[in-house]
C-alpha cells in the first residue's frame, strides 16, 4: 500500500493557500469603475489610454480652431468612454478567465486518463494494467474538477461574471441595439439552461464510468473468476462510444463558445489530442515519482518507454491537427474564419508560437530517440515543458475572446495554477493510498510485469 508522505502533503496545501491568495489578490485587483481603468490606465502608461485622451483633446481643440461646435469632440468623448468600458469588462474578466484556463487543464488531464484507462480496458492491452491504480488515482480528481467546472458554468449563466459573451440577452433581442443575427441564429443551441443541462449530461456520464469502472476494478481483486473483467470491458467500450460524441460537444460549449462568431469542425478533435498528450504525461510523471520512492517494483523501462511513445505520438497528432486547422483557415482568408488566428498573432503572438514549439518542436527533438525515452528524468523533463505548453495552448483559446489586448501572466493566472496544482497533488496522491497499486487479479497481469522488448 502507499502512503502519502507528510512532506508531500504539506506542500499541496501550501500550493493551494499561496494559490487562493493569488487568486483573491487578482479579484480584489480589479477595477470597478471607468475611473479606475483610466487610473490604472495612466499609472502603467498604457499606450492605449494615453493616446486616447491625447488624440480626443487634440480632436477637440481642432474642431474649436476651426469653428465648429461640441458634436466632434463630444463623440471622441463618447469614443474615450466606450473604450474605457471594453477595457473595464476586460480587466473584471482577467481573474475569472484566469480561474476557468487553470480549472479546465486539469479537468482535462483527469478526464483524459479516464478515456486512456477505457481504451486499455476495451483494447484488453497486456502492457498496462500494472498502471491501472496509477491512473485511477488521477482520475479520482474528476469528482472534484466537475464541481468546480459546473459551478463556474452556473456562475456564468446567473452573470456573476461575463467570460461567455453569448449569454448577454440583448445580443438575441432584435429590438435591442446590441441584437447579433449570427449569435440569435445559434441559440437554439447556445442559451443558458439547455448549455447547463448538456453540462450536467457530459459529467454525470463522465462521472458514472470512473466510478462503477474503479469499483469493478477493485471487485475484481478479490474475484475468483473473471466476471468483473469482462463486465469492465463492457462498460469501457461503452464509455468510450459516449466519450467521443460528449468530448467534441463539451470542446464547442466550453472553449469554442468563447469566439460565438467562429467555428472548426477540427475543434473537438484538437482539444482531444491535447488532453490525451497532458494525461499519457502526468501518468508517466506519477509513476515515475511512486517508482522513485521505491513503489511500483513491477514497472520497467519498458512501460516507460511505452508512456513516452505515446506522449511523442500524441504531442504529433497534436501538432497535425493544429497545423491543419490553422492552414486551412489561414490559406482560405475568410474574414470571419481567419479573424480567429488574426487576433491571435497579433495580440498572443509569443504565447501562441511558443505554445506551437513547446508542444511540437520540443517534445520531436526530445523524444524521437528511442534510448531516452526509457530515461526517467528526460521523460520528466519533457513532460515539464509539454504540459506548460498545453496550457498555453488553453489559455490561447480563452484569453483573447474574455480579456483580449488585457492579458497578462501574473497573480490571477499564477495564482489559480497553484491552487489547482496543489489540489491536484493532493486528491491524487490520496487516492493512490486508498487500494493496492497492483490490480492483482487482471487476468493480463502476468503479460504486464513481465513487460519486455
Known sequence: MYTLPSKLKLF????????????????????????????MMAAHGDGHGTSHDTAADTHNTAMGEHGVTEGHGENAHNDEE??????????????????????????????????????????????????????????????????????????SVFHVNHIFHWMDGDLINPESPKYDKLIAGKSGWLNPMWFIVRAVIY??????YRYFSRKWTLNQ???????????????????????????????????????????????????????????????????IVLKSQGYLEFVNDSHIHDLAKFMFGFSIFWTYLWFS??????????????TYFITRIEDYNLPFF??????????????????????????????????????????????????????????????AMLFFFGLFVLVVFTALTKAPLLAKRNPFIKESKHFHY
Not at 459529467?203 to 458514472?208: A, R, S
Request: proline share 4%; hydrophobic share 60%; net charge negative.
Open 82 to 155: 466606450a473604450h474605457l468600458e471594453h477595457v473595464l469588462h476586460q480587466l473584471q474578466n482577467r481573474p475569472w478567465s484566469a480561474l476557468y484556463v487553470a480549472s479546465f487543464f486539469f479537468f482535462m488531464i483527469a478526464l483524459g486518463t479516464l478515456a486512456f484507462y477505457a481504451i486499455q480496458h476495451a483494447a484488453q492491452a497486456g502492457w498496462s494494467p500494472v498502471l491501472f491504480r496509477v491512473m485511477e488515482g488521477i482520475t479520482a480528481y474528476l469528482p472534484w474538477a466537475s464541481v468546480i467546472i459546473i459551478i463556474l458554468l452556473l456562475l
Open 12 to 39: 499541496a496545501i501550501i500550493f493551494m493557500v499561496v494559490g487562493a491568495l493569488g487568486m483573491l489578490a487578482g479579484f480584489l485587483g480589479a477595477p470597478s469603475t471607468t475611473a479606475e481603468v483610466k487610473e
Open 203 to 208: 459529467l454525470l456520464g463522465f462521472n458514472l
Open 354 to 415: 511558443g505554445m506551437v514549439a513547446m508542444n511540437f518542436i520540443f517534445p520531436v527533438l526530445m523524444l524521437m530517440n528511442s534510448d531516452y525515452k526509457r530515461v526517467n528524468w528526460f521523460v520528466i523533463m519533457s513532460g515539464v515543458v509539454i504540459l506548460a505548453g498545453h496550457y498555453i495552448d488553453v489559455f490561447n483559446m480563452v484569453m483573447p475572446a474574455t480579456v483580449g489586448t488585457s492579458w497578462f501572466i501574473g497573480l490571477p493566472e499564477i495564482g
Open 221 to 287: 481483486d478479490n474475484a475468483e473468476d473473471n466476471r468483473w473483467f469482462k463486465k469492465n470491458f463492457k462498460l469501457a467500450a461503452g464509455f468510450l462510444v459516449f466519450f467521443i460524441y460528449t468530448e467534441s460537444m463539451m470542446s464547442w460549449d466550453w472553449i469554442m463558445s468563447f469566439d460565438p462568431h467562429w467555428f472548426s469542425t477540427l475543434f473537438g478533435w484538437y482539444v482531444f489530442a491535447g488532453m490525451m498528450v497532458c494525461a499519457i504525461t502526468v501518468i508517466a510523471m506519477v509513476t
Open 325 to 338: 486547422q490553422f492552414m486551412l483557415i489561414w490559406y482560405a482568408n475568410i474574414p470571419e474564419e481567419v
